[in-house]
């Protein structure tokens, strides 16, 4: 079960924010994998994931690794690097810092890549800059990052607002793009699924509470902390919220006029008044892996099957009884898609 110390860090479902059963669809195949032999088709798997380093797997301390930062553009972008091998980039989700990232997943990639994880504009010790925020700029800020980092392309994955900016930056920037993961993802526009108004005016009221100094209530971090979870993990796990962090550890590290940025861009990006992006994924070349829980509530499902469906030769796998918060949920079996994706699929190089 997740500690409550990961759930904090979890603002990242904000604005938007495996059991057992996996979904693959690949081009006209649908597999259930499970990571049991229950149904009989774990030996379909697409390559198993390489063998861990247990000396990195076992020590990596990501608090423990030094920042750095570099300039690019209007802003200083704070990041850290680790592991060893092609370079893989994580975007994070709204709200949320560098070290806000599932412990084990950045073992597991580091035992045979590059991890760059950094602040996005705005967040812990990136600075805010002068350009609007926007889903284009934090894509540039990205390239940027990359650039000066002298990386010539990457593998990218993206989580929530983070999945928005790396699809922007796949289509804006393909040179920087090796392999393009998504989780949690919508292509936005008039083509994606909306979350629901209730969920909308939700966050809207958390938000104006974080910049007028508005007590958030018991309840409300109930709501916060349960509504990434989903409905059907959050029947498997009835005790999940018997004790609550203090609200005021929601924020920690993200000034509320970011999280007021981070919601109005996530809301306009998922808003059906403009054309979205996923017209423009058709022309996407990059091996693509999107993973989605089938209760996300924060970025519906349904957003990664029109993605999937736009991208030729995505991965698609749906996680049973996952919501928003994939990796702090399912982490093991996370971790053990990212890898099979990783080991059967050509980096562009």
């Not at 699924?193 to 509470?209: A, G, I, Y």
């Not at 796990?237 to 018997?242: G, S």
């Not at 995505?314 to 990796?327: E, P, S, T, Y």
Request: proline content about 6%; glycine content about 8%.
């Amino acid at each position: 079960m997740p500690n409550h110390e990961s759930i904090t860090k979890l603002w990242v479902v904000m604005p938007l924010f495996i059991a057992f059963v996996f979904l693959f669809i690949i081009p006209g195949t649908a597999i259930l994998i499970s990571n049991t032999s229950y149904f009989g088709t774990t030996s379909l798997m697409y390559g198993q994931p390489d063998q861990m380093n247990s000396n990195i797997t076992n020590s990596l301390n990501i608090q423990n690794i030094p920042a750095k930062k570099v300039h690019v553009g209007d802003i200083d972008i704070t990041y850290k690097t680790f592991g060893k091998g092609d370079p893989i980039l994580l975007v994070s989700g709204a709200s949320s810092d560098m070290n806000a990232w599932e412990p084990s997943t950045l073992r597991n990639l580091s035992s045979n890549h590059t991890v760059i994880v950094f602040d996005n504009r705005g967040v812990g010790n990136t600075t805010t800059g002068t350009k609007p925020f926007s889903i284009q700029q934090l894509a540039n800020d990205t390239a940027g990052l990359l650039d000066a980092l002298k990386i010539q392309k990457a593998d990218v994955l993206g989580y929530s607002l983070g999945s928005f900016v790396a699809q922007q930056l796949t289509v804006t920037h393909p040179e920087k793009v090796n392999r393009l993961i998504l989780l949690g993802a919508s292509c936005g526009g008039k083509e994606g699924v909306p979350e629901s108004p209730q969920l909308v005016k939700f966050f809207s009221e958390m938000v104006n509470k974080s910049l007028n100094n508005i007590p958030i209530t018991p309840q409300d971090v109930k709501m916060i902390l349960s509504i990434p979870m989903g409905s059907a993990w959050m029947e498997l796990h009835p005790n999940f919220l018997q004790a609550i962090p203090a609200a005021k550890d929601l924020f920690a590290g993200i000034p509320p006029n970011t999280v007021k940025q981070q919601n109005h861009i996530s809301q306009d990006w998922m808003a059906t008044n403009w054309s979205g992006i996923c017209d423009e994924l058709t022309k996407v070349s990059n091996p693509t892996l999107i993973i989605t829980g089938n209760h996300d509530n924060n970025v519906p499902t349904a957003n990664s099957l029109i993605i999937a469906g736009k991208i030729p030769g995505a991965w698609l796998v749906q996680i049973k009884d996952a919501g928003h918060a994939l990796f702090v949920q399912y982490p093991d079996e996370v971790n053990r898609v990212l890898q099979t994706f990783l080991s059967s699929t050509t980096n562009l190089g």
